[in-house]
């Protein structure tokens, strides 16, 4: 089967880099599914996993980002993240906790937050969660 590359990479480091046969991940308006010879495309993606088949093994890898800019060429996929972070790096605890922080920040009218800063943190800590939660359904 042929395959596409893809890099994954944050302002930090590169996450994954590597020739693979298929990579989802969620687009702003839905989730994206990429072949080999894809057409062009340029796009804004939302916190949640991105999956990729390895050629030759039979699990996917995962890795969690917090939005960012996706780019898809015939022969290359960049995801260029505000956060990446592998699947099997996350720390359930502590998104749990983003997530509770979150909940009560906007359950809380009368503080001064900014409400879409807590709603983008509330969105990333779900989505967080939700990759935990597919990593363990793999193995």
Known sequence: MSTIH??????EESVFDG???FVALPGEQGELGIYPRHAPLITRIKPGTVRMKIAGQEDEEIVFVNGGILEVQPYAVTVLADTAVRAKDL???KAAEAKRLAEEAMQNKASDVDYAQVQAEFAAAVAQLAAIKRLR???
């Not at 893809?6 to 302002?11: E, F, L, N, P, W």
Request: charged content about 45%; cysteine-free.
């Open 137 to 139: 359904k793999i193995r």
């Open 91 to 93: 720390d359930e605890a």
């Open 19 to 21: 020739d693979v046969e």
């Open 6 to 11: 893809v890099d994954v990479v944050s302002a």
